[in-house]
């Protein structure tokens, strides 16, 4: 079909300059239908795949790859490549297809032929830890470009610190779904407002998406969006290698961050499928195949590169040998200290955390404090940024409610990215992406603060951080009805147990200032999962007074109260509900029920406790009852079908929080009588 005018269209050639551009053009293009050609075969073989994105964005992917990128494929972990992102996850041929061709030594032919299967590193979407560079997941559209906002804040702030050692860029191929998701709008704003220049986003406009022409459903002009929120914008050819590396080459030196606009065409090469969404996301079938290899001029069998093509793309993978070294020598050439600093830092390892935390331990101790968690959680914080200075904190614009920002805290701005703290807006799904990029760049815990209620506006990225392992720290702050007046528009009732059901992802809910302290603890020594600190609005008491070594929440839940003798009763209850259970407590010994409080602020790590340990935090007792202030759901893994549970059952309500605990039941007289009830002696 016309509409797709191919690069390697033979014109004829007259001078030497147009000849030596011809043999460069043809050079590009055998190597662009390198990847098509890999992309519709692993995609037929696999009877499954996306073939449109990777066929459409060969071309922009081999100037990327040959001409800019900054990356070595023998050591895919190096601190200073430049970050590559391929947010429009369905495209993983294409990506795949890059880290065979460059020479990626896991990426084998071998596993181009087995995309999609159980055991392979060529999994339906990208996934991080699972394939060597792969800088991020994606798959969920909008994810990978908001990570790479993230990764461009982890670049600027590290070079801030450490100078020439970190010098690198972050290039992202985002598709028409990656910008009509609304995270984007958050990731492009922040992205402009902090300058971020080293960040260089192809956008592949190939105007088609699985409903059919974008046209039916979005009429947005991308460059003048991008232009408004701060970026520099253009649009060019993404079929025509020259126009694209110019473009690139431009980008290089911006002082924004940079949009390209690349008009391509989708499925570039299949004879009828090109230019329509057919091509997007199934196997282009065997006629159309061969036709495309026609059209093409690729006559070599599946998944076979011809010699001289592959030597091409591995000279092109050779490229920043030269650069990995400079680098290496650079860092030979630093001062000790910097150089081991910098070395822990991307190791991630948290030498003085203990220190810091027993420091907060024992001062709470000497002066019991009765404040409400999230004041708890700025007083831990005194003593972790100065012992960690790679935690880098936030608030999604609720800085003075999250409590994220200790006193000597700096704001990161586009005039100095020195600073510790972000002010990522009122953008909560962004934040959480850019948190989750900038724990993959490595070399920063990132944590901020939002509330509870808002958890849900965080979760598609919270879930990844979970899928991927990394270590995100996210304060999430009025956790309770107990945050009253506000009501139950910000009253979260079912978060908890919707938080609790992602898996690897730690939920903490501290009972007072000591198991708020303990809780950051475990939630930063967690190398490889992200945390959730649920922390209250409302004062609360401090039921640990002294000082003592060991963390106690280690086991996900303790006796924090004993009975006296065998108890008849054990409440479970977390975060400012245990002071409930422990006045509960009392009322019952009043009656010679023997009862035992046991603090739960972290389900995850009792339920992955070893048998024995978890059988005897739980213990024996006939009554067991659960309280906090929300939904049961989940709460049956320790108090059992039968046990009584003392929470919320609808949503909450706008009033002072006394009233509201009252009103909806979850007081110390109600948790008494529901184990009397339950007992038989109510
Ligand atoms: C958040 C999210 N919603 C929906 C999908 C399913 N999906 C995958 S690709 C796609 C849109 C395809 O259009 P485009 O992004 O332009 O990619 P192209 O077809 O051009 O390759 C959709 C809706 C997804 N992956 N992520
Ligand atoms: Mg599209």
């Not at 009877?47 to 060969?58: Q, R, V």
């Not at 930063?524 to 039921?543: C, F, H, I, Y």
Request: some cysteine.
């Amino acid at each position: 079909m016309s509409a797709i005018a191919s690069p390697t269209a033979a014109v004829v050639p007259t001078t030497c300059h147009e000849q030596a551009a011809a043999i460069q053009a043809v050079a590009h293009a055998s190597m662009a239908n390198a990847i098509r050609a890999l992309a519709m075969d692993a995609v037929e073989q696999a009877k499954s795949g996306h073939p449109g994105l990777p066929m459409g964005a060969a071309d922009v992917a081999t100037v990327l790859f040959t001409k800019f990128l900054k990356f070595d494929p023998a050591d895919p972990a190096w601190p200073d490549r430049d970050r590559f992102v391929l947010s429009a996850g369905h495209g993983s041929m294409l990506i795949y297809a890059l880290l065979y061709l460059t020479g990626y030594p896991a990426m084998t032919i071998d596993q181009i032929k087995r995309f999609r299967q159980l055991g392979s590193i060529t999994a339906g979407h990208p996934e991080y830890g699972h394939t060597p560079g792969i800088e991020t997941t994606t798959g969920p559209l909008g994810q990978g470009l908001a990570n790479a906002v993230g990764m461009a804040i982890a670049e600027r702030h590290l070079a801030a610190e450490f100078g020439g050692i970190v010098d690198h860029k972050t290039y992202v191929l985002a598709s028409d779904g990656d910008l009509m998701e609304g995270i984007s709008q958050e990731a492009i704003a922040l992205a402009g407002h902090l300058k971020l220049s080293r960040l260089i986003v192809l956008f592949d406009d190939n105007g088609i998406s699985i409903d059919g022409a974008l046209s039916l459903a979005d009429s947005v002009d991308q460059v003048k969006r991008f232009e408004a929120a701060g970026w520099a914008a253009s649009r060019v050819d993404g079929h025509d290698p020259q126009a694209l590396a110019a473009a690139l080459e431009k980008a290089q030196s911006a002082d924004r961050p940079v949009l390209i606009a690349c008009k391509t065409t989708i499925g570039f090469g299949a004879p009828t499928k090109a230019g329509k969404s057919s091509s997007h996301g199934s196997p282009l079938g065997a006629d159309e195949i061969k036709g495309a290899r026609e059209k093409l001029g690729w006559s070599h069998a599946p998944f076979e590169i011809p010699p001289d093509i592959l030597a091409a793309w591995r000279k092109a993978g050779g490229r920043s040998k030269s650069a990995h070294a400079d680098w290496t020598k650079r860092m030979t050439t630093l001062d000790a200290g910097k150089r081991s600093e910098f070395e822990r830092r991307m190791k991630g390892d948290v030498p003085k955390l203990s220190e810091a935390i027993a420091a907060v331990k024992q001062s709470l101790a000497a002066t019991p404090k009765e404040i409400a968690t999230r004041t708890a959680c700025e007083f831990a914080l005194e003593s972790l940024i100065p012992a960690l200075p790679e935690m880098v904190g936030g608030s999604a614009d609720l800085t003075g409610s999250n409590n994220t920002r200790t006193k000597s805290m700096k704001a990161i701005s586009a005039s100095d990215y020195s600073g510790r703290f972000i002010h990522y807006g009122v953008r909560e799904h962004g934040m959480a992406a850019a948190m989750n990029g900038m724990a993959l760049h490595g070399g920063i815990i990132p944590y901020s603060g939002t509330f509870l209620v808002f958890s849900d506006y965080c979760r598609p990225a919270i879930r990844l951080a979970a899928l991927m392992g990394k270590r995100v720290i996210h304060i999430m702050t009025h956790d309770s009805i107990g945050l009253g007046e506000d009501g139950p528009t910000h009253q979260p009732v079912e978060h908890l147990a919707a938080l609790r059901a992602i898996p690897n992802l730690l939920v903490f809910r501290p009972c007072d200032a000591v198991e708020t302290a303990e809780c950051w603890q475990l939630a930063l020594e967690a190398k490889d999962r992200p945390s959730v600190l649920a922390l209250t609005r409302q004062n609360l008491p401090q039921l640990s007074q002294n000082f003592l070594e060991t963390n106690r929440c280690a086991a996900g839940a303790y006796e924090i109260a004993a009975a006296d003798g065998k108890a008849e009763v054990s409440i479970f209850a977390t975060g400012s509900e245990v002071a409930i259970a422990v006045e509960a407590k009392k009322m019952l010994a009043a009656k010679d029920i023997a009862t035992r409080v046991v603090s739960a602020p972290c389900f995850e790590l009792l339920l992955e406790a070893p048998e024995t340990a978890r059988r005897a935090v739980i213990g024996d007792a006939n009554v067991k009852v659960g309280v906090e202030a929300a939904i049961r759901q989940g709460w049956d893994a320790i108090i059992g079908s039968d046990g009584v549970f003392v929470g919320m059952t609808s949503f909450g309500a706008s009033a002072p929080y006394k009233d509201l605990y009252k009103h909806f039941g979850i007081t110390p007289e109600a948790v008494a009588d529901a184990a009397l009830r339950k007992l038989g002696k109510a």
